[in-house]
């Protein structure tokens, strides 16, 4: 009975099985005044006596939410509205009221740095988000090895690199008498996506990876912090 579309039933017209099925049962959203009352009378868990299914819709009174069940939580529809930016290094994040508990993390390791000249030069920290209903961490990004110049015949050091920051392009060294080549950039941190359910959860431990410091010379570069991203759908 797909794609029956709106019908408008008039009075007295005979209320077929078909109809029932196409234009009632598949094409019904269940409203309650709040999740416990859903919760009352559809379950809590599959199997139950009351049969909850994935693909159930429904539209609650409180926060005005249309929500799917997807077979384990009751999830919004449209996506998320609002998101939290992490930057400092060590924080506790306080979970905010959500109308929906499954939220989307994004973690960015730190950034490796570049510098020709010095084999201190390293990779970026890592970073993480942290509670107990999961954990999602970022590698940090690999550093650019950079081998130590010599002078060239026109007395100019042929061990220097133009480089870029976190995840920028290649670097160009000049190895003497007008010949410049390619070299390869620090990375950027490593990218994570996790969706964690916060049901329960107040507070989430989070760190942010730092970029790599390195020489304060022209061609050197840093390595850029990383960053945690928190989306959710806010109550």
């Not at 060590?90 to 570049?114: E, I, Y």
């Not at 000049?174 to 410049?180: E, K, L, Q, S």
């Not at 049901?199 to 050197?220: E, I, Q």
Request: negative net charge; proline residues 3%.
């Amino acid at each position: 009975m797909a794609g029956l579309g709106f019908k408008d039933f008039t009075v007295g017209e005979v209320l077929t099985s078909a109809n029932v099925d196409g234009y009632l049962m598949q094409q019904t959203v269940m409203r309650f005044a709040d999740a416990g009352a859903r919760g009352s009378a559809l379950g809590t868990a599959p199997g139950t006596a009351v049969a909850l299914a994935e693909g159930m819709v429904s539209y609650l009174d409180d926060t005005n939410a249309v929500e799917v069940f997807t077979g384990t939580v009751w999830r919004g529809i449209g996506g998320f509205n609002a998101s939290t930016t992490i930057t400092a290094t060590d924080a506790s994040w306080p979970v905010p009221s959500l109308a929906d508990p499954v939220v989307r993390v994004t973690v960015v390791g730190g950034g490796g740095g570049a510098e020709p000249d010095s084999v201190t030069v390293s990779s970026g920290s890592s970073s993480s988000f942290a509670c107990s209903a999961g954990t999602a961490t970022a590698a940090g990004g690999a550093r650019a090895l950079g081998a130590a110049g010599s002078s060239s015949s026109a007395g100019t050091d042929a061990g220097q690199f133009v480089r870029a920051n976190n995840g920028g392009v290649p670097g160009v060294r000049y190895v003497g008498a007008g010949d410049f080549r390619s070299s390869a950039a620090g990375q950027g941190g490593v990218v994570t996506v996790a969706y964690l359910d916060l049901t329960g959860v107040s507070t989430a431990n989070v760190t942010v990876g730092a970029g790599d410091t390195v020489g304060a010379d022209s061609w050197d570069a840093d390595g850029g912090d990383g960053v945690v991203i928190v989306e959710y759908r806010a109550a």
